[in-house]
């Protein structure tokens, strides 16, 4: 399966041109080896109405399965994603930021200072990732599993629960 992608990157700095992104570009590598598609990216400032407006849009549009915002998430003033995105879901997903912060605590006790969050939007799953490189990564691996069978259960896909009937081998 073929997922489209849209990635945020939410910062003050990168949007004004002071700092090079390059937690955008580290998800892009990701998404690129798991050879899904990149439809959409962008950077926009720490401001929860900006980001609100580009994930209604992105996800209103239809042509994006997932999307993957990183930055904003942390305990800093002007970190407002999670804000933002609780705006714009229907639906939360809050297993999807379990396991995330779960597979980060072992690697740095700074995981359990996270706020994101992940939810739905029509059929599009948006999951906020920390603004660095490496912790976006990590913490997009951790969920890349399970993203092909979240597209086809909110695409309504035929047959798409027979997954659930699979044994896990522990």
């Given at each position: 399966m073929v997922v489209r992608v849209g990635i945020l990157t939410v910062s003050d700095r990168s949007f004004r041109g002071e700092r090079v992104d390059a937690s955008g570009p580290a998800l892009e590598s990701v998404i690129s080896e798991q050879g899904w598609n990149i439809v959409l990216n962008s950077i926009v400032p720490d401001e929860v109405e900006i980001i609100r407006r580009t994930l209604i849009d992105w996800a209103d549009g239809g042509g994006i399965d997932l999307i993957l915002t990183t930055g904003g998430t942390g305990f800093g003033p002007r970190d407002v994603t999670p804000e933002a995105t609780r705006l714009v879901v229907e639906r939360l997903a809050p297993g999807i930021t379990e396991a995330i912060r779960a597979q980060s605590l072992p690697i740095t006790p700074?995981?359990?200072?996270?706020?994101?969050?992940?939810?739905?939007?029509?059929?599009?799953?948006?999951?906020?990732?920390?603004?660095?490189?490496?912790?976006?990564?990590?913490?997009?691996?951790?969920?890349l599993p399970v993203i092909p069978h979240a597209v086809e259960l909110m695409g309504g896909e035929p047959g798409s629960e027979t997954h659930h009937n699979l044994k896990t081998q522990r």
């Open positions: 700074h995981a359990m200072l996270s706020r994101a969050v992940a939810g739905i939007r029509n059929r599009s799953l948006i999951i906020n990732l920390p603004g660095s490189p490496k912790g976006a990564v990590e913490s997009l691996n951790v969920v």
